[in-house]
């Protein structure tokens, strides 16, 4: 993509301490030539939306693994439109059963990766996004 490298977050959120799927993810965009900020562990979603609008992120991907996804999201997408910052994107991985995918994707979920999900794949659909938006915006 020309212009400003993509900058993602990468975040996980509450008491999940499993990190190698995050740290995987955040490494391939890297190499992908995107601008990777991982904010570690056990992140609040006041957090990460605060450091993805400090850091003038283009998305935000979260991983989780707890179960907790649909509450961690739901809270994600309020506090990014409370705070106007509803143009970053928002998507995921982590072990989501595939059944809760269509309620979070409902509710502004960009994407959701599962295990074995090839890190191309989130590469390809986030450029396509980034790319998307900036037209938009332009």
């Known amino acids: 993509m020309k212009g400003r490298k993509i900058r993602v977050i990468v975040a996980k959120p509450g008491l999940d301490g499993h990190d190698r799927g995050a740290k995987v993810v955040a490494r391939a ?3 992908a030539g995107m601008e990777v900020i991982y904010t570690g562990l056990r992140q609040t979603p006041e957090s990460i939306v605060e450091t993805a609008i ?7 991907g979260v991983s989780i693994l707890s179960g907790a996804h649909e509450h961690y999201f739901r809270e ?8 106007n910052a509803e143009d970053i994107i928002l998507f995921g991985g982590g072990v989501i059963p595939e059944g809760d995918i269509p309620g979070l994707t409902g509710m502004g979920v960009g994407a959701v990766f599962g ?21 938009a915006e332009s």
């Open 115 to 135: 295990p074995g999900t090839p890190t191309s794949t989130c590469i390809e659909w986030l450029e396509d996004k980034v790319r998307e938006k900036r037209a």
């Open 76 to 83: 994600i997408i309020r506090l990014l439109k409370e705070k």
């Open 29 to 31: 965009l890297r190499d």
């Open 54 to 60: 400090q850091e003038d992120a283009d998305a935000i």
